[in-house]
């Protein structure tokens, strides 16, 4: 029977529908095998096209291994001051932010699912560096940290890249999930992630992975098929607060779970997100960052945007034991 479950944290209800269940590898994307070379004279991204993106604001490794750079096509500015306007009900603010491009590899055929976790911890170190330099403009209030991986999920360059993306203001879906955390912190004195992990952990049913410093599960009232969350098992509000070895950790699950993903859906479109406080959260008890990972298996319709409720017809518990039991080649599965 269909069932209705609502998101411990966000209070979002989902409609878990079995009634049009659909087998895990039902949703698996059938595309055709590409075969995508290493390098690509006219992409901006490869090695030797050095000059046709803006000035580097970071790299590592020489020649280099990852870069970060400002984007081309920022949807905000560092130029501008983020003044305030009032006029009426109209508030604005001038378009001050930060949008920068992690260029992931030099290797234009590369994906996270398939690199190294060595590679994956570059990149993660960047994203680190990052995030806490701009966490440190008292104009910045918050930093989401993204990846687009294919067409559907908005990547419009396929050389493998993330994007961060400073804004003066917190998101009000930010703000709002913060105040429940807050809230769940007043009536329990407890971090209600801390609290969700470890029973999680206990039962078993929705872990994809557990290592020392992580776990991956499904969530309990999962919106889309197969949206897996990796979770720090210390309690950390800020995602700047990651340690050098727990980087390597996450790493080595997200790289993991990314393969078993590549696999088992058949290299589905999919985005990733770092969730996390605002810098000023650091030392927060009440708050706890984590990674979303959702494949884009399924469209978003008019029932959902009608009402912002999802139904999704892949139970999380199958999804979970699906994720579990694909098998990734050897090299892959040494990361386990
Ligand atoms: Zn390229
Ligand atoms: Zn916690």
């Known amino acids: 029977m269909p069932e ?13 529908a079995t009634e049009r269940a659909k087998r895990p590898e039902e949703l698996a994307t059938h595309r055709a095998a590409q075969s995508t070379p290493q390098f690509v004279e006219s992409c901006p991204f490869c090695p030797g096209n050095e000059s046709k993106t803006p000035p580097e604001v970071m790299r590592m ?31 604005r603010i001038q378009g001050f932010g930060f949008h920068e491009v992690i260029i992931d590899t030099p290797d234009h055929s590369q994906c996270m699912a398939l690199m190294s976790d060595e ?11 990052r995030y806490n330099t701009l966490s440190a403009d ?52 407890e971090c209600m992630f801390c609290h969700m992990v470890e029973r999680e952990v206990e039962e078993q049913t929705r872990v994809v992975l557990k290592n020392e410093h992580f776990v991956a599960m499904e969530e309990f009232a999962s919106a889309t098929p197969f949206a897996t969350h990796v979770f720090p098992l210390r309690h950390m509000a800020s995602f700047g607060d990651i340690t050098e070895t727990e980087i390597m950790s996450l790493a080595r699950m997200l790289r993991v779970l990314l393969a078993k993903i590549y696999v088992g859906l058949e290299n589905p479109d ?41 139904i999704n017809t892949v139970l999380p518990e199958a999804a979970a034991e699906f994720l579990r039991q694909v098998s990734i080649d050897k090299a892959a599965a040494a990361g386990e």
């Open 270 to 310: 999919l985005n990733f997100t770092i969730r996390s406080g605002p810098a000023e959260y650091a030392g927060a008890r009440h708050f706890h960052w984590y990674v979303s990972v959702i494949p884009r298996l399924t469209r978003v319709a008019g029932f959902e945007l009608g009402s912002g409720m999802f």
């Open 4 to 16: 209705l479950r609502q998101n411990f944290f966000t209070k979002e209800w989902v409609i878990i």
């Open 119 to 129: 590679h994956v911890g570059k990149v993660l170190i960047a994203y680190k560096q």
């Open 138 to 189: 008292h104009r910045v209030n918050h930093i989401t940290i993204f990846k687009n991986h294919g067409l559907d999920a908005g990547a419009s360059l396929q050389h493998g890249h993330s994007q961060l993306i400073a804004t003066p203001v917190i998101p009000s879906q930010v703000r709002q999930r913060l105040h429940e955390a807050l809230r769940h912190y007043d009536d329990a004195g």
């Open 61 to 91: 490794g020489e020649p280099w291994e990852v870069r970060v750079i400002p984007n081309k096509f920022a949807a905000l500015s560092s130029e501008v001051q983020p003044t305030r306007g009032l006029q009426h009900l109209r508030r």
